[in-house]
């Protein structure tokens, strides 16, 4: 495993406006976010006869493990994240919960991503993060999934999904730019504002950090069509596999540890 790169946010900095500019620029790509944590939520708990344990991939600033902590009041989540720059985001948001909010960096590349957890955990997820993987990678953390979850476990990703047919792809983005017009947070930060000056603040030698293991990501914005998801999963040892969500190019997928 990668060394720890974790470090504290300045001291005077405001980390509520952060997590909040944070909040605001993903609603402005992500069209129905709330809708897609509130029904792995109810998707966890339907699946689920307790929920102690629930671990998320790619946490960032702990937006998904916010709505897992409230929902589930007697539950312990671990949060993983390649990215010492959303982490201190994400332990600020969850201070308030304690030692039930557990913060990781690894590299979910490496098999030993799952050192540090009690497993088996009841529920993995995560949230437009494991689209950075290239597929051969995603392949192999899928397998290793079905090690991490107890039997009847579930796993559910809420990502970006592509399709193989040209037109289909251009239609899809073209719908969601115009989903995203009518949700109106046009005057949030773009992904590249909110770096800019969210780095700023942290200084020249994070920024560089930041850029080197941005720089190692692999995979795509696009999304790999969602049958080869669907088809890795059941490979991997997961049956009730599907689709439990879709607009146009994002989905929320999964299924149970057989």
Not at 3 to 30: A, C, I, K, N
Not at 136 to 155: C, D
């Amino acid at each position: 495993m990668r060394p720890s790169t974790q470090f504290e946010l300045p001291e005077g900095v405001d980390w509520g406006l952060w997590v909040e500019r944070w909040d605001r620029m993903q609603e402005r790509y992500l069209v129905r976010r709330d809708e897609r944590m509130e029904l792995i939520v109810r998707l966890i708990r339907d699946t689920q006869s307790s929920v102690r344990c629930v671990v998320d991939l790619g946490c960032g600033t702990g937006s998904l493990m916010l709505a897992v902590l409230r929902a589930f009041p007697r539950a312990q989540v671990f949060g993983l994240d390649f990215d010492p720059t959303l982490l201190a985001l994400a332990r600020a948001r969850l201070a308030g919960f304690s030692e039930r909010a557990q913060l990781m960096q690894v590299d979910m590349r490496e098999e030993s991503w799952v050192e540090g957890l009690p497993l088996p955990v009841d529920a993995a997820v995560s949230a437009t993060a494991l689209h950075w993987l290239p597929p051969g990678e995603l392949a192999l953390l899928y397998k290793r999934l079905a090690k991490v979850l107890h039997q009847g476990g579930i796993f559910l990703n809420a990502d970006h999904v592509g399709s193989d047919h040209t037109s289909i792809q251009k239609g899809w983005e073209q719908h969601r730019e115009l989903m995203r017009a009518q949700e109106g947070h046009s005057s949030a930060d773009d992904w590249d504002g909110f770096w800019e000056a969210y780095l700023g603040v942290l200084g020249p030698s994070v920024r560089q950090l930041h850029q080197r293991l941005i720089g190692e990501w692999e995979g795509s914005d696009a999304g790999i069509p969602l049958a080869w998801h669907l088809d890795q999963l059941r490979a991997s040892g997961f049956t009730a596999v599907d689709c439990f969500w879709r607009c146009d190019c994002d989905a929320i997928y999964g299924g149970i540890r057989a």
